[in-house]
T-cell receptor, first 113, second 110 residues
Framework: SAVISQKPSRDICQRGTSLTIQCQVDSQVTMMFWYRQQPGQSLTLIATANQGSEATYESGFVIDKFPISRPNLTFSTLTVSNMSPEDSSIYLC??????????FGPGTRLLVL | GENVEQHPSTLSVQEGDSAVIKCTYSDSASNYFPWYKQELGKGPQLIIDIRSNVGEKKDQRIAVTLNKTAKHFSLHITETQPEDSAVYFCAASNDYKLSFGAGTTVTVRA
C-alpha cells in the first residue's frame, strides 16, 4: 500500500480566507482523489486530480471554490477558497494503488470561524 | 449515480461476540466493494475488499460476503476486541469512483 501524507494536519481559519492542503505519496500513482468528510458524516468525493490536466469535479463542487493542482504523479494540492463556517470539515486525499484499491491519507481537519 | 445504504448506524457488542454490518447498493454495474475502518482523528484504513466475481472473502477475524443478485454485501467481525471499536464504512465502486455508506459506529464493551 502507498504511504500518504497531508499538510497541514489541522488548521483554524477565518472566514473569507483560503487554505491550500498538500498531499504527498511515496510512489507514483495514476489516480489521486480529494474527499470531504463533514463532522460526523460519511465521505463525499470532491474531484479527481488529473496529472497534466484540469481536475474532474463531482456534482456540487466547482473549480472556483476548490481549485486543485496535480503537477506530477506523487503530489497534489486542494485549495478551499473564500471559506465559510460550512467548509469546516476533514479533507482527505486518496490514491488508487491497483485494481481500484484506494488508500487514504490522514486527513486535514479544518475549522472555519 | 450509486447509492449505498448502511445499517446499523451504531452497534454495541460484548467483547468476544461477533459484529455484522450490512450494506446495499443501487448500481448493478458496481464491481468493487471495500470496507474501511476509521479511528478517531485518523483517515480511513482499508481493512478488506471484495470484487464482483467473488462471493466471500476472509482475513483472520474479518470476512465479507457479497450477493450480487440482491445487491448487498456484509462485513463480519468475529471475536471482537476493544481495538475493533471505530467507525466502519462500506463503499461501492464502478470505474474508480467510490460511493460510501453513512458509516457504523462500533463499540466493543469490555
Amino acid at each position: 500500500s502507498a504511504v500518504i501524507s497531508q499538510k497541514p494536519s489541522r488548521d483554524i481559519c477565518q472566514r473569507g480566507t483560503s487554505l491550500t492542503i498538500q498531499c504527498q505519496v511515496d510512489s507514483q500513482v495514476t489516480m489521486m482523489f480529494w474527499y470531504r468528510q463533514q463532522p460526523g458524516q460519511s465521505l463525499t468525493l470532491i474531484a479527481t486530480a488529473n496529472q497534466g490536466s484540469e481536475a474532474t469535479y463531482e456534482s456540487g463542487f466547482v473549480i472556483d471554490k476548490f481549485p486543485i493542482s496535480r503537477p506530477n504523479l506523487t503530489f497534489s494540492t486542494l485549495t478551499v477558497s473564500n471559506m465559510s463556517p460550512e467548509d469546516s470539515s476533514i479533507y482527505l486525499c486518496s490514491v488508487e494503488s491497483n485494481e481500484e484499491t484506494q488508500y487514504f491519507g490522514p486527513g486535514t481537519r479544518l475549522l472555519v470561524l | 449515480g450509486e447509492n449505498v445504504e448502511q445499517h446499523p448506524s451504531t452497534l454495541s457488542v460484548q467483547e468476544g461476540d461477533s459484529a455484522v454490518i450490512k450494506c446495499t447498493y443501487s448500481d448493478s454495474a458496481s464491481n468493487y466493494f471495500p470496507w474501511y475502518k476509521q479511528e478517531l482523528g485518523k483517515g480511513p484504513q482499508l481493512i478488506i475488499d471484495i470484487r464482483s466475481n467473488v462471493g466471500e472473502k476472509k482475513d483472520q477475524r474479518i470476512a465479507v460476503t457479497l450477493n450480487k443478485t440482491a445487491k448487498h454485501f456484509s462485513l463480519h467481525i468475529t471475536e471482537t476486541q476493544p481495538e475493533d471499536s471505530a467507525v466502519y464504512f462500506c463503499a461501492a465502486s464502478n470505474d474508480y469512483k467510490l460511493s460510501f455508506g453513512a458509516g457504523t459506529t462500533v463499540t466493543v464493551r469490555a
